[in-house]
DNA sequence: ATTCGTAACGAAAACGTTTTCGTGTTAACA
DNA sequence: TGTTAACACGAAAACGTTTTCGTTACGAAT
């Protein structure tokens, strides 16, 4: 066999087997490229012995088709890209791990950017991405943007053309399918555990009111009160200040609860809109010589690690993380693939506002040793 | 201004601009791709009038190359890949996000495969990531390829001319840059502490020895032992079998566990090879009727949210796996800038096996309330 | 002997860039 | 007036594919 000069050479000097290229195919079997691309797609239009002969050489030599020069031929990547505000963190991990499982499945792959709660390093990832990188958007939305309301980025990515599914952290603002949690009825549902399990003072540990996440969970608490009768007491409201990382503010945290306690000792029963809240309520409880569940029961919301091992094992609501992710990448790649099919049908359509489908995934509560 | 006629009819029917190329703005002006070109990178070949005219009609249509294919014209994508088992995961999401953090700074995109643990999935991800997609790789080896031992797809992927950097589990079989976190010397220093702090029976609660990493640290805590006098007793060692994932079988470890506690009555302190066995130990001996840290003292490996939000909290040994995503990526850009700076000269180097780094993050003892 | 059909293949365009190498025009210079 | 140099721009190749549309040759049918 003859080898083009270049291929014989790296050949010679080292192990090194550059990927082969159809190009090179062609020329060592002294036939046109086009013959080779076809004859590597099984196309009747070859011969069987030039056929055979071109395989059993791309075997050999290992080919494999360059990926990009195939997005660009077919303009699609068949990547997706992930956009969250921050990645050591349980829920947005498990939801990663549902994106990837069905993206990895029907033949994607994922790439992820991080925007660190930060207004600006949403855009910048964004427009980064958005250039030819990806097909579609999986996206939660920062702190930040969520603060200052301005979600022009989304709405001219949507305008380009680039699908996008936003999950948990969503906004009314920007037309696209949506998969969220049922916040509000998980808080119901907490919240009524509680008092079924005979609590009459609950206090609720949650956010300030900009996430939404925590605006419907403290909604879901309020309602959940007053069905039972009950009216909720504005100072059994802890709002937690976090636009400081509060992992790194733990004991202003413990702080903060700890006089929550103190000056409201009829405390008898605690909602926290996540699991760092929960936990740290537990433990501050605790050195305040509450004992867990027979003084106080608590109840978080979002299943992670620490839920689990925390001692007493913390009774909490699931999210489904994994399952968010899987209905988020579905929701994507049905959108990507209904718009090959037939590419006009779906963005003429002037009433497309209305197509767009916001998916509820129901929580679920885990009981554990923090309830009676 | 007049508009070549499908991009005048997308116009109409929607508010979408689909993304405008050199083409597109070349036929508007009146001038050839080479010049839009030439002027969008401020070539002095372009008159000035020339460069406005084009520049301000960029920017009024927003114009951005395509990233795919300037991809595919300088053969470098310019993305990483990050192969890891599994994400839902303290320590491989803290690399994950130091990954991110110099790649972005650096004007790197990442892109995640997840193997979960699986040979078969590391194989298919990385053939999927191979064939253009990526510049190269960072990966930490899923369990069962460890076990296999089988190691031909990442030499595979290196004499392709495709550089990986590994860390964390690493192997000895495959050459390339690789950065570890000093398991021997954490494991050593975290017994010396509970020997220094006058524990005389110090249990051992560790993997089976194919996972690298718990075999060094089993390693380093009899090396801690025997160099202060002590003599390994192997009663004292409980390796836990986590072929099946842990984390679903939480009552078959707490068993083992305080199984092992039972039977050895004698024992002051125990070294745990991750946090979740440390955390469990400490919620089996409290049940036990055991003390912490009075009756035994406990210490872990992996600081993750387990560690700092137990009770009583942990003390652990810090692998600061947010430096070693940092380190890895450093590591993987320097050598793929490197390599297109002067393309031969690294590769037609026959000695390149000694050329690779290994660097070596130091851990830290983080003290908590497990240890006195 | 001419037409036709078909089998087997090649040329070329296209995807969107960048870059090298022309080429034509104009002004300056001898 | 003829030569040259600078200027301003365009054509085309290249990256690696796929696909459409030829084109050739040859056997069969008229």
Known sequence: MKFIKNFEISIKLSPMKRKITLKQIARELDVSISTVSKALSNSKEISEDTTKKIQAFAKLYNYKPNNIALSLKNRKTKTIGILIPEIVHHFFSTVIRGIELIAN???YNVIVGLSNES?????????????????????SISKETLLKQDYHHFNATI?????IVMFDRVVNEVDCDKVIVDDFNGA????KKLIDNDCNHIGLITTMDYVSVGRLRTQGYVEALETSGIDANSDLILKIDDSLDVENHLEILENEIAQFFKTNKEIDGVFAVNELYAVTAMKVA??????????????????GVLSKHATPSLTTVSQHGQKIGEQAANLLIDRLEASDAESDQYFTNDERKTDFIKVVIETEIIERESTK
């Open 105 to 107: 499945r029907r033949g």
């Open 119 to 139: 207004f600006t390093k949403e855009i910048i990832n964004m427009e980064m991405l958005a250039n030819g990188s990806i097909d579609g958007f999986i996206l």
């Open 159 to 163: 305008n380009q053309g680039m699908p």
């Open 188 to 191: 119901v549902k907490a919240v």
């Open 286 to 303: 605790r050195k305040l010589g509450l004992s867990i569940p027979d003084d106080i029961q608590v109840i978080g919301f979002t299943d």
